[in-house]
């Protein structure tokens, strides 16, 4: 497979890694690892990504606690993911002498924007998830609030920074400033109320035009508890999704149905969105290589 480090690529550099780094560099990486001189180095510092070949071992990451001879206590691995959050430092968990060189898990942050009108269940849906509440109450939000929520998806550990946003029209304006940078959207409506569907296509359209095709978008119909007396068909909704290159599903936040699926639907397609950007991995040796 072709890779950042040529044909097969390496998973492992003899330097001593000083400093690792997220933000932008003059080459242009959001991600970099400023290493100390080598004998396969000719420069005191390099930029991570150029380096190709010739290293063998990692022998010492600073801040990450050693034991002899500077070995690690827990592997490292080191990639790059998503744009708001454009490095993450991941640390693998319970490497043995069977995987000395597999990571057991990475770890991931993703911001995530719920969008919709007022009284779609926008709240109400990130309650049930995060807290597993509902309030049979309706509390307008007031601009935006947050919450954070961490999860398991395919072996990763995934942490979710969750903006709910205020559907009033009188905050519409101030959308831009909480879903610009996130990687995923979850553009809820109610299914009982065909207005709020048609709206839903024009919130939908303003996310595409900040955020392009760069995050996972995914409609949710809210409120299936009240199917029976519902006015957007499930067929009319899943065209039009299919149509916007977005996901869909279908929720009772009242009922807690759905909600679960949702998000971990979303987080996958999150980290399929992320991953093919580039990796820059570094494993280190294992107590079992001691």
Known sequence: KETLFGRGGLEAFNVSVIQANAGTDTNGCQFFITCAKTDFL???HVVFGRVLDGLLTVRKIENVQT???NKPKIPILVAQCGQLYSASVCLMEGAGPSDDFQFKKRFFMFQVVLLGEGAVGKSSLLMRYVENK???RHISTIQASFQSKQLEVDGCHVTLNIWDTAGQEKYHALGPIYYRGSQGALLIYDITDQRSFDRAKVWLKELQRALGDSAVLMIIGNKLDLARIRTVTLEE???YAASMGAMYDETS?????GIEAVFERL???MLLNCVPKMWVT???PTPAMR
Do not use: M, Q, R, T
Not at 253 to 257: S, V
């Open 42 to 44: 000719d420069k005191k």
């Open 67 to 69: 034991g002899a001879n």
């Open 134 to 136: 509902f309030s049979p």
């Open 237 to 239: 909704a899943e065209e």
């Open 253 to 257: 936040a009242k009922e807690n149905i």
């Open 267 to 269: 987080c996958k397609g």
């Open 282 to 284: 570094v494993l280190l």
